[in-house]
């Protein structure tokens, strides 16, 4: 069974950093895609970065451009988040995705989320 085990949440105070992990289990991941994602209190879930199976490809959203970082370890089955000059709108419950189809950016499976919150 694929499970996904997200960690490294917490509070931080605006211009700080986090470094978020995903430890990925129940299969290899390394012909796979992964992602992270965030959802804000009143909104929807929304892609913060994205990276492909051999992580020649990378996709951030355009809010988080230039402060953070994804980047995976196929060894470890492990993909990180690097969060840098964070501001308080960075403030949400982030998840970590992985897909289910080899060489594709379908996301199938899901952790249970870690709560980042920055304040001003």
């Known amino acids: 069974q694929v499970q996904l085990v997200e960690s490294g949440g917490g509070l931080v105070q605006a211009g700080g950093s986090l470094r978020l992990s995903c430890a990925a289990s129940g299969r290899t991941f390394n012909t796979y895609a992964m992602a992270w994602f965030r959802q804000a209190p009143g909104k929807e879930r929304e892609l913060v970065a994205r990276?492909?199976?051999?992580?020649?490809?990378?996709l951030y959203a355009a809010s988080v451009k230039g402060r953070f970082t994804i980047s995976r370890d196929n060894n470890k089955n492990t993909v990180y988040l690097q969060m840098n000059s964070l501001k308080p709108e960075d403030t949400a419950v982030y998840y970590c995705a992985a897909g289910a189809t080899p060489f594709s950016y379908k996301l199938d499976y899901w952790g249970q989320g870690t709560q980042v919150t920055v304040s001003s």
């Open positions: 990276i492909s199976w051999n992580v020649d490809n990378t």
